[in-house]
């Protein structure tokens, strides 16, 4: 038998508010960074003559 490489994830491990509160955090960062990205891209595209 082969086993993967890839190691499971026990979530069971850890309080399941936790695990919830981290990955919404971690998608607002990320949602946040590309609103700024595109914030700033049409602040310089509205700027450019």
């Known amino acids: 038998m082969e ?3 890839k190691t499971n ?3 069971s491990a850890y309080n399941p ?3 919830k509160s981290y990955k919404i955090v971690k998608k607002l960062i990320k949602y946040s960074f590309y609103t ?5 891209a049409y602040e310089g ?3 450019w003559d």
Do not use: G, L
């Open 3 to 5: 086993q993967t490489v």
């Open 9 to 11: 994830f026990d979530k």
């Open 17 to 19: 508010i936790v695990f």
């Open 36 to 40: 700024a990205v595109i914030y700033f």
């Open 45 to 47: 595209f509205m700027a």
